[in-house]
Nanobody, 123 residues
Framework: QVPLVESGGGSVQAGGSLRLSCTASGRNYFATAMGWFRQAPGKERQFVAAILSGGMTYYADDAQGRFTISRDNAKNTVWLQMNTLKPEDTAVYYC?????????????????WGQGTQVTVTS
């Protein structure tokens, strides 16, 4: 098991910003890709963004232009900067780590998951 520890969730008004962070703390595990997903009540977990160790990034359509994913390979840490937040961004956000880094928009591509952090955007 590779524990993923998330932080940075909270409540913010529409138009505001939040920054999530996640660190993979397992030894001898290097996440080729790290990603963020979110799950709203009654909905399936959906892809938000992912980043490869070389820096290439991928975003869901509604995250593109508002969210920025970044990582520090040495620290096995990934961040998600979320700007111009909307009420529909309200969800539990999950960090995930993948070694094979294939089909990164899919839940099944990831080996390990964090416990989730709540993001609430009020109008």
């Amino acid at each position: 098991q590779v524990p993923l520890v998330e932080s940075g969730g909270g409540s913010v008004q529409a138009g505001g910003s939040l920054r999530l962070s996640c660190t993979a703390s397992g030894r001898n595990y290097f996440a080729t890709a790290m990603g963020w997903f979110r799950q709203a009540p009654g909905k399936e977990r959906q892809f938000v963004a992912a980043i490869l160790s070389g820096g290439m990034t991928y975003y869901a359509d509604d995250a593109q232009g508002r969210f920025t994913i970044s990582r520090d390979n040495a620290k096995n840490t990934v961040w998600l900067q979320m700007n111009t937040l909307k009420p529909e961004d309200t969800a539990v956000y999950y960090c995930a780590a993948s070694w094979l880094a294939l089909n990164l928009g899919s839940v099944g591509a990831y080996d390990y998951w964090g416990q989730g952090t709540q993001v609430t955007v009020t109008s």
